[in-house]
């Protein structure tokens, strides 16, 4: 889903191809399993009751998993900072 989310953002192919060429050397995760989506509905749900609404299911799902998982994440979308704040997720920006 991340490499999706990187790669539709590609308007030149060029660079489209550079870029899919590159991230295929990278480790690649499952990130979707009926166990996850469990996770990621509980997330929604105690976000929603802080009264944030996260308003791309692709950020609940992304977030989740590097909150299961431990990764940290680089990130620009402020989408992320309610998981951050609320739920541990670490930003790869805070990292040393």
Sequence with gaps: MILLEILQGFR?????????KTLATLDQYEMFSH???IKCADNYR????KGITIRKTTDLIIATFCI???F??????RDFMP???HLNLVS????T
Excluded: C, G, H, W
């Design 12 to 20: 030149n192919d060029k660079d489209y191809n550079r870029a899919k």
């Design 35 to 37: 166990t996850m989506v």
């Design 46 to 49: 105690v976000l929603r009751k």
């Design 68 to 70: 299961d998982n431990q």
């Design 72 to 77: 940290p994440l680089l990130f620009s979308d």
């Design 83 to 85: 998981f951050v704040k």
């Design 92 to 95: 790869a920006l805070n990292e």
